[in-house]
């Protein structure tokens, strides 16, 4: 029942096998130029929400607001990411057009032209809507933003925030596996068992999405031939398709690709306290 009204969890762009191939290289180049010190990473991402209703249907209440930030900030503090928002700029617009936007829609286009709420280059724009067609949400990546900053940010399916009506997915775990996509992760079974699949080390390959809660001691599940003896299927990563209440886990090996991507990509999200050194460590960042 639940598969059926929800089928896909994500609607993000897939990269292309030679897109990866590019993305890949670039990751190399920057990491052997950069001096970014462990210690550096520590950055607090300004949130902005931006709620789109059809009259009542799609509010989101202050506490789901809060409690969404709260499931985002224990998800991703082994990356030393932390997120905020500020109650008085919060955004509602009440638009039955805007409320069904699809993905890659000119719907979804004139909504965030008009509504953006700040730079993408110094934010994060969290869109929330009722996009249809089984759709949990979707994101831009990283490198994305330089040519169409307009369209930056994530879309969610509002039953999606903490509280909301889409079970099993109501937990806000949604939003962690979009803000890793706006944070230039890709799904650990991205190009199935073909390589490089996800371009990250430590998340083994597997030939497409795990649903539900996978049982843990029913591995390897569907990880891929090539996978050596006692590798496990990631079925408790974020950029998996589990439930939300299976999913826990970003790989060392992620945590690594997100520091890459924001500084190729995303370092004006650096905060006043860390940029000179920052900055500094990222002069070396490429272009897509
Ligand atoms: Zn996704």
Redesign the pocket.
């Known amino acids: 029942m639940t598969e059926a009204l929800y089928g896909r ?2 609607a ?1 762009h897939e990269l292309s096998t030679g897109d990866l191939a590019r993305m890949s290289a670039l990751e190399d180049s920057f990491r052997a130029a950069s001096r970014m010190e462990s210690s550096l990473r520590a950055l607090c991402i300004k949130t902005h929400f931006i709620h789109v209703t059809d009259g009542a249907q799609g509010r989101i209440s202050q506490t789901q607001r809060e409690d969404q930030i709260a499931v985002l900030n224990a998800a991703y503090a082994p990356t030393g990411i932390s997120f905020a928002y500020d109650e008085d700029m919060v955004v509602e617009v009440d638009n039955p057009d805007f409320y069904r936007m699809g993905h890659g829609s000119l719907r979804e286009r004139n909504c965030k032209t008009l509504h953006q709420v700040d730079d993408p280059q110094k934010c994060l724009n969290f869109y929330t809507a009722a996009p249809g067609g089984g759709l949990l949400g979707w994101a831009t990546f990283p490198y994305m933003m330089e040519g169409d900053p307009a369209m930056d940010g994530v879309v969610m399916l509002d039953g999606t925030l903490p509280g909301g009506t889409a079970a099993p997915y109501n937990l806000g775990a949604t939003a962690v ?2 803000v890793g ?1 706006w944070l230039g992760l890709y ?1 650990t079974f991205q190009g199935g068992c073909v390589p490089p699949g996800d371009d990250v080390a430590d998340t083994p390959a597997h030939s497409g999405p795990n649903y539900g809660k996978p049982s843990d001691s029913d591995q390897p599940h569907n990880l891929c031939p090539t996978a050596p003896a006692g590798v496990l299927c990631p079925i408790h990563n974020y ?1 998996n398709y589990v439930d939300d209440d299976w999913m826990n886990e970003f790989t060392e090996g992620q945590i690594e690709r997100i520091w890459a991507q924001i500084g190729m990509f995303r370092s004006g999200l650096l905060t006043a306290d860390n940029r000179g050194e920052a900055e500094a460590a990222f002069a070396s960042a490429v272009s897509w």
Do not use: Y
């Open positions: 969890r994500c993000t596996h979009e996509h799904h950029m």
